[in-house]
C-alpha cells in the first residue's frame, strides 16, 4: 500500500541519515556512551585514539550535543567553547555517531542498550540541583544558579525562566566559579553581551535589568573561595563596576603559611590587593557594583509581604574552626539581614539517579565506582563518577582515566561479549514516539542559528525550542 511504501522511505532516510556518519563492523569493539558532554567526548576520544578497532555511540536526552560547553560556559568565554570543533571532527568520524533526543531511563533503559555494546559509559552529569533547605527557599525570586545559567545560555528547560531583574541588588550564596559567571552576566556592559552567543531573550532582560549590586555569600572565609584566580581577575576588570571588599575580612590571612599551594597563594593575594586597592568605596555615577560577604550561612529567605516575593536574607555570623585551610564554619548564634530583590543559590549542582539498574550513592551524588569501572561492561565518566568538581581540563583528565580503564579491560578480555550484533538504531527506530537525531541533523541547527545570530553581530543566535529543533530537521527531511 501507499501508506507502508511511506513508511519504509521515511526508515530508509532515517536510516541513512546515521549510516552515513559512522562505517562499523561486527567484529569491532562498540561502546556507548550516554551524555555527549566533555566527559562524554573526552571518553570516546581517547577510545578512538588507542584503540582502531573501537567504534562508539554517543547518546543524549537533548536533539543536540555538548552538553555544559554549549549550556554552561558562559557567553563571554568563547575560547572555553572552540573544545566543540574537536568534538566536532570526532563526531564525523567513521568511528564515532552521535545519537540524540534519547533519554536512558525514559525513552530506553540500561537493560535494552547493554545487549549492543562492550562497554556502556555513563556520562551524563549532574543537572539537578542542590537545596539550602531553608526556610522561604520557595518565595519568587529565589532560583539556582544552575536554572539561571540555563536560561541565558538557552537550555529549553529553563528558557521561560523569566527572572524579576527590576529591583537594585541580588544575593548570591556561594562563591565558587558558577557564582562568578552569574554575577559576571548581571553586571556586564550590555555592549560586550550584544557581541555574544547569550540568547536574544536574556539579552533583552539584561538590557532592561535595574541590579547594579551583586553580594557573593560564603559561609567560610577568604582563604576557602572556591572560584579561581582567572575568573576573580575578570570580575576586578568588568568596566565601570566597582569591587566592595572589607579590608578588615583579610587581616588574618595576609601572612599565609609557607606551605600553601601555589594557585590558592596566588588567588589570595589578588584578594587582598583587591581590598587594599579599592576599599569599600561606594558606587558613584553609573557606576555598578559587586563584593564577597564571608563568614555568613543563609538561614532564611524573607519575603515581601506585598508582593509575594524575596525581600532579602537572613544570614548567621560565622566563626571559623580547625586549620586554617580547611576550616570548618561554625555559628555563632548572631544575625544580620541582607535586603536583594533576586536570591542565587550557587552551592553546587548534584547528579541524580536516572535507571533503576545503575547503582548510585545518593550521600556522595555520585555512581560508585573505581577509575571509572561500575560493574562488568559498565563504566562511568565526568561529574556522575567524581561530583560536580572541576572544570573542563579536569574532566578531560578524569574521562582520560575511564577510557585507559575501558581499553585495559578490553586488553584482558573482561569485557562481555554483546548478546545483540544487530545496531542499536534498530531497536531505537521500533520504540513509540521516539525520534532520535543524528550529528547531521545537528548541522542542520547549526547553520540556522549562525544564519539567525549574523545580521545581529552574533556568532548564532541559539534555538531554544525543542519543538523548533525538531521542525528544522523535519522540514530538512520533507525536503530530501
Known amino acids: 500500500t501507499m501508506n507502508s511504501c511511506n513508511g519504509i522511505s ?34 570516546a576520544h581517547h577510545l578512538i585514539k588507542h584503540n582502531s578497532n573501537l567504534h562508539v555511540d554517543i547518546f543524549d536526552r537533548l536533539p543536540i550535543p555538548f552538553g555544559l560547553v554549549r549550556y554552561g560556559v558562559a557567553p563571554d568565554h568563547p575560547d572555553v567553547k572552540n573544545v566543540i570543533n574537536q568534538f566536532s571532527v570526532l563526531a564525523e568520524s567513521e568511528r564515532c555517531r552521535f545519537i540524540g533526543n534519547v533519554s536512558l531511563g525514559k525513552d530506553i533503559t540500561l537493560a535494552q542498550l547493554q545487549p549492543f555494546y562492550h562497554a556502556l559509559v555513563l556520562a551524563y552529569g549532574a543537572d539537578d540541583d542542590t537545596f539550602l533547605r531553608v526556610p ?3 518565595l519568587d525570586g529565589v532560583l539556582s544558579a544552575r536554572a539561571f545559567v540555563g536560561w541565558y545560555n538557552g537550555l529549553p528547560e529553563h528558557a521561560h525562566l523569566n527572572p524579576d531583574l527590576s529591583g537594585d541588588t541580588a544575593v548570591i550564596i ?43 555569600v560564603g559561609r567560610r572565609g577568604p582563604l576557602q573561595v572556591a572560584f579561581t584566580i582567572k575568573e576573580f ?25 609557607a606551605d600553601m599551594p601555589r594557585p590558592r597563594k596566588r588567588l589570595t593575594e589578588l584578594l587582598v590587593k583587591t581590598a587594599d586597592a579599592v576599599g569599600s568605596e561606594p558606587a558613584t555615577g553609573s557606576r555598578k557594583e559587586w563584593g564577597l560577604r564571608f563568614l555568613r550561612s543563609p538561614v532564611a529567605f524573607l519575603c515581601d509581604q506585598q508582593r509575594r516575593k524575596v525581600s532579602g536574607v537572613k544570614l548567621e555570623i560565622n566563626k571559623l574552626e580547625g ?40 550521600k556522595g551524588g555520585i555512581i560508585p565506582n573505581l577509575n571509572g569501572y561500575v560493574s562488568t561492561g559498565l ?9 560536580p568538581i572541576g572544570v573542563i581540563l579536569s574532566t578531560m583528565n578524569d574521562a582520560f582515566e575511564t577510557a585507559d580503564t575501558i581499553l585495559n579491560d578490553l586488553q584482558h578480555g573482561n569485557l562481555p561479549t554483546p548478546s545483540d550484533s544487530g545496531d542499536v538504531l534498530e531497536l531505537l527506530f521500533t520504540l513509540p514516539g521516539l525520534h532520535p537525531t543524528s550529528f547531521s541533523d545537528w548541522k542542520l541547527i547549526d547553520q540556522v542559528e549562525q544564519s539567525h545570530g549574523r545580521p545581529k553581530g552574533k556568532p548564532r543566535e541559539k534555538v531554544t525550542s525543542l519543538e523548533m529543533m525538531m521542525n528544522i530537521i523535519r522540514t530538512h527531511s520533507a525536503q530530501n
Open 10 to 43: 521515511a526508515r530508509l532516510v532515517l536510516v541513512r541519515r546515521f549510516v552515513s556518519t559512522c562505517t562499523r563492523q561486527n567484529t569491532s569493539t562498540r561502546v556507548g556512551i550516554v551524555g555527549s558532554g566533555p566527559a562524554g567526548f573526552y571518553t
Open 136 to 138: 522561604g527557599e520557595d
Open 174 to 216: 556561594g562563591q565558587g566559579n558558577v557564582a562568578i559567571d552569574v554575577a559576571r552576566m548581571l553586571l556586564t556592559p550590555i555592549s560586550i553581551l550584544e557581541t555574544t552567543d547569550i540568547c536574544e531573550h536574556a539579552l533583552e532582560a539584561f538590557r532592561k535589568s535595574s541590579v547594579r549590586r551583586v553580594w557573593l
Open 233 to 257: 581577575r575578570e570580575m576586578t576588570k568588568l568596566p565601570e563596576c566597582l569591587a566592595v571588599l572589607d579590608r578588615a575580612d583579610f587581616e588574618g590571612v595576609r601572612e599565609l603559611p
Open 323 to 362: 586549620d586554617p585551610l580547611s576550616a570548618r564554619a561554625v555559628g555563632t548564634g548572631h544575625f544580620e539581614t541582607l535586603d536583594c530583590s533576586l536570591a542565587l543559590r550557587s552551592i553546587g549542582y548534584k547528579t541524580k539517579p536516572v535507571d533503576k539498574d545503575v547503582p548510585f550513592d545518593p
Open 379 to 387: 563504566y562511568c565518566s565526568g561529574w556522575v563518577k567524581t561530583g
